[in-house]
């Protein structure tokens, strides 16, 4: 798995296929294994690059106190190490907070945006007590036994999701939970809790196609049309039938949006 320094840090990154580049951003507890249909379904058509976020997968332990600004600067200074220019940037939940904040703070840097499962931020789309029992909910997973760690994160997955998609995610997650990861696990948790991205959103002036699950308990269909509503020019696609996870639930479905939307703009 290539690496590369980054101030610092080990970010590792996987990598597939030729043409232009797709960058993708993984949700919370995930990493670039998180990606694997993606990696094999898209790399026909793009040159896909997915990242373990730090503090996650391969990738080093980032301060504590980092927030989605340091994150969003990381994944910047990553793309410029390894030489991708303009890339597609798809962000997965956690992700599309950073892919939010990589276009605020280097807009130069993403071609277009693909928000999945999105949010302007915890803070930027839930009501404060919600945002806060999150915070409590998340930080207190880390401590979480194997059988009980999904259910701290509720509604990441459909009651549908096939078992092996749950054994799959279940398997990731618990090797980024925060036993293994503690300061990325906090660091990420609270940055999410903090960020609100609302203010980015009517200044994104590059192709936007945001992608929901019709079952997505965590980021549900409010947070999605809200977003329609902010980005100037933006296409809603939902899903049916599938959760917050939707590139792992709905692979064919979900590379497909992707694949037409990205497409259409060459």
Do not use: K
């Not at 990381?74 to 303009?86: F, H, M, N, T, Y």
């Not at 999105?118 to 979480?144: C, F, I, K, Q």
């Amino acid at each position: 798995m290539p690496e590369v320094l980054v101030d610092g840090l080990r970010v590792a990154f996987a990598e597939a296929g030729a043409g232009p580049p797709l960058v993708l951003l993984h949700g919370g507890m995930g990493d670039s294994r998180s990606w694997r249909p993606q990696l094999e379904g898209l790399a026909g058509d793009f040159r896909v690059l997915a990242w373990d976020n730090p503090g996650c997968g391969r990738s080093s332990e980032p301060p504590e106190d980092w927030r989605i600004d340091d994150y969003a600067d990381c994944a910047a200074c990553w793309l410029e190490a390894i030489g991708v220019d303009r890339p597609h940037v798809l962000g997965l939940s956690w992700g599309s907070a950073v892919a939010l904040a990589l276009y605020d703070r280097h807009p130069e840097v993403p071609a277009s945006l693909i928000l999945a499962s999105a949010y302007a931020g915890w803070a930027g789309s839930l009501p404060p007590e919600e945002v806060e029992a999150r915070l409590l909910g998340t930080l207190a997973a880390a401590d979480l036994r194997r059988e009980e760690l999904l259910a701290a994160w509720p509604g990441v997955l459909s009651d549908t999701a096939a078992p092996e998609v749950v054994e799959e995610y279940t398997a990731i997650s618990l090797s980024n939970a925060g036993t293994l990861h503690p300061a990325g696990y906090r660091a990420m948790v609270h940055s999410m809790a903090e960020a609100d991205l609302r203010e980015v959103l009517p200044r994104i002036d590059v192709p936007t196609l945001l992608l929901y699950g019709e079952l997505d308990e965590r980021s549900p269909l409010h947070v999605a049309r809200d977003l329609e509503a902010r980005i100037p020019n933006a296409t809603l696609t939902v899903i049916p039938g599938v959760g917050h996870l939707i590139s792992a639930e709905a692979p064919d479905a979900f590379n497909d949006s992707v694949r037409q939307f990205l497409r259409a703009r060459r």
